[in-house]
C-alpha cells in the first residue's frame, strides 16, 4: 500500500500579500524538492476534494462556518484582500483554498480508513491549528486536523484518535475544540512563551502539552517525547493517529526559535508511525501546519515523508 499526497493547485491561489511568510512558494517549494530528491515516485497523488459545511461543522460552530463563508464570498466578489487579524488576511480565493484544505484532510482519512492508502500527508494551505471552533487566527481559517479527527470519530466510528501536533506554535485551536473529548489525546510541543502565548496550563487531561523554551534543541524535544508523549500514547492505544505537522520549530525557521533539524522530524516521524503500527494498524494522517523557510520546510518534509513511505 501506498502513501497518499493530497494537494490542489486551488491552494497556491490563496495568497495574504507581499512579503507574507505562509505564501504559496512554500507548496512549490516542497513539490520541486519531492521531484528534485525523486521521492515523488513514491507517493500516490490524489487531488483534494471540497469539504462539506457539514465537515467543517464538526468542529467549528455553524453559525461561524455561515459567517466566514458570507465574508469570504463578499471577498472573492470585490477582489480584493481583507484582513481578519493583523496576520491574518482573505484574498479571493481563499474560500475555495481552505476548503480544499480541510477536504484533503477528511478524504486523506477516509481513504487510510478504507485501506486504499497506507498513511497520507495533506500538502495544503491555509494550515489549520490556530482555529478556534468560532475563530479564525494565526493564518488559519479551518481546523483541517479538527475537522479530520472529529470526521473518522463521528462519521467513520472510531473510538479513539490521538493528535500529535510538533509545530513551534502551540495549536490552541485544536486544543480549544478537542480539550475534554476524551475519544482524542492531543499531545504537543511547542516553544513557550511564542504566539499564541497559551497552553502551558493544559485546558483538559486529553491535552498532553509539552511548552519549551527557546533554543531548545532537537534532542532535548527527543527525550521529553520519549518521557512523555511516548508513555500517554502507548496507555490510550489510538485507532488513528493525525499529526499537525509544523516544520517552523527548524533551526533555519525565523518564526521559533527551536533547533530542531530534518533529522529530528525523521525521528518524531518513526516514533508516531511505532505507534501507529502498534495500535492503529498504521493509520496516520498528516497536515502541513507552519514551516517558513522555505529550503529547510522542503528538506524537512521529504524527510517526514520518507518515513511515512517506508523508502
Ligand atoms: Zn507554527
Same mark, same amino acid.
Given at each position: 500500500?501506498?502513501?497518499?499526497?493530497?494537494?490542489?493547485?486551488?491552494?497556491?491561489?490563496?495568497?495574504?500579500?507581499?512579503?507574507?511568510?505562509?505564501?504559496?512558494?512554500?507548496?512549490?517549494?516542497?513539490?520541486?524538492?519531492?521531484?528534485?530528491?525523486?521521492?515523488?515516485?513514491?507517493?500516490?497523488?490524489?487531488?483534494?476534494?471540497?469539504?462539506?459545511?457539514?465537515?467543517?461543522?464538526?468542529?467549528?460552530?455553524?453559525?461561524?462556518?455561515?459567517?466566514?463563508?458570507?465574508?469570504?464570498?463578499?471577498?472573492?466578489?470585490?477582489?480584493?484582500?481583507?484582513?481578519?487579524?493583523?496576520?491574518?488576511?482573505?484574498?479571493?480565493?481563499?474560500?475555495? !483554498?481552505?476548503?480544499?484544505?480541510?477536504?484533503?484532510?477528511?478524504?486523506?482519512?477516509?481513504?487510510?480508513?478504507?485501506?486504499?492508502?497506507?498513511?497520507?500527508?495533506? /500538502?495544503?494551505?491555509?494550515?489549520?491549528?490556530?482555529?478556534?471552533?468560532?475563530?479564525?487566527?494565526?493564518?488559519?481559517?479551518?481546523?483541517?486536523? /479538527?475537522?479530520?479527527?472529529?470526521?473518522?470519530?463521528?462519521?467513520?466510528?472510531?473510538?479513539?484518535?490521538?493528535?500529535?501536533?510538533?509545530?513551534?506554535?502551540?495549536?490552541?485551536?485544536?486544543?480549544?475544540?478537542? !480539550?475534554?473529548?476524551?475519544?482524542?489525546?492531543?499531545?504537543?510541543?511547542?516553544?513557550?512563551?511564542?504566539?499564541?502565548?497559551?497552553?502551558?496550563?493544559?485546558?483538559?487531561?486529553?491535552?498532553?502539552?509539552?511548552?519549551?523554551? /527557546?533554543?531548545?534543541?532537537?534532542?532535548?524535544?527527543?527525550?521529553?517525547?520519549?518521557?512523555?508523549?511516548?508513555?500517554?500514547?502507548?496507555?490510550?492505544?489510538?485507532?488513528?493517529?493525525?499529526?499537525?505537522?509544523?516544520?517552523? !520549530?527548524?533551526?533555519?525557521?525565523?518564526?521559533?526559535?527551536?533547533?530542531?533539524?530534518?533529522?529530528?522530524?525523521?525521528?518524531?516521524?518513526?516514533?508516531?508511525?511505532?505507534?501507529?503500527?502498534?495500535?492503529?494498524?498504521?493509520?496516520?494522517?498528516?497536515?502541513?501546519?507552519?514551516?517558513?523557510?522555505?529550503?529547510?520546510?522542503?528538506?524537512?518534509?521529504? !524527510?517526514?515523508?520518507?518515513?511515512?513511505?517506508?523508502?
Amino acid at each position: 500500500m501506498a502513501t497518499g499526497y493530497f494537494s490542489h493547485p486551488d491552494c497556491r491561489r490563496h495568497d495574504m500579500g507581499p512579503g507574507h511568510p505562509e505564501c504559496p512558494e512554500r507548496l512549490a517549494a516542497i513539490e520541486d524538492h519531492l521531484i528534485a530528491t525523486g521521492l515523488d515516485v513514491a507517493l500516490q497523488r490524489r487531488e483534494a476534494p471540497l469539504a462539506d459545511l457539514r465537515d467543517l461543522e464538526r468542529a467549528h460552530h455553524a453559525a461561524y462556518v455561515a459567517n466566514l463563508k458570507d465574508f469570504m464570498e463578499q471577498v472573492a466578489a470585490s477582489g480584493e484582500r481583507r484582513a481578519v487579524d493583523m496576520d491574518t488576511v482573505v484574498g479571493p480565493h481563499t474560500w475555495t !483554498a481552505a476548503l480544499r484544505a480541510a477536504g484533503a484532510a477528511v478524504a486523506a482519512t477516509d481513504a487510510v480508513i478504507d485501506g486504499e492508502l497506507e498513511n497520507a500527508f495533506c /500538502a495544503v494551505r491555509p494550515p489549520g491549528h490556530h482555529a478556534t471552533r468560532s475563530q479564525a487566527m494565526g493564518f488559519c481559517f479551518f481546523n483541517n486536523v /479538527a475537522v479530520a479527527a472529529r470526521h473518522a470519530l463521528d462519521v467513520r466510528g472510531l473510538q479513539r484518535v490521538a493528535v500529535v501536533d510538533f509545530d513551534v506554535h502551540h495549536g490552541n485551536g485544536t486544543e480549544d475544540i478537542l !480539550a475534554g473529548d476524551d475519544r482524542v489525546l492531543m499531545v504537543s510541543f511547542f516553544q513557550h512563551p511564542l504566539y499564541p502565548y497559551s497552553g502551558d496550563q493544559p485546558s483538559a487531561g486529553n491535552m498532553c502539552n509539552l511548552p519549551v523554551p /527557546a533554543y531548545t534543541k532537537g534532542m532535548d524535544v527527543r527525550e521529553l517525547i520519549e518521557m512523555i508523549w511516548m508513555p500517554r500514547l502507548e496507555r490510550f492505544r489510538p485507532q488513528m493517529i493525525f499529526v499537525s505537522a509544523g516544520f517552523d !520549530a527548524h533551526r533555519d525557521d525565523d518564526l521559533g526559535q527551536l533547533g530542531l533539524v530534518e533529522a529530528d522530524y525523521e525521528w518524531i516521524t518513526r516514533r508516531v508511525m511505532d505507534v501507529a503500527e502498534r495500535h492503529a494498524k498504521g493509520r496516520v494522517v498528516s497536515c502541513l501546519e507552519g514551516g517558513y523557510h522555505l529550503g529547510a520546510l522542503a528538506r524537512s518534509v521529504a !524527510a517526514h515523508l520518507r518515513v511515512l513511505a517506508g523508502v
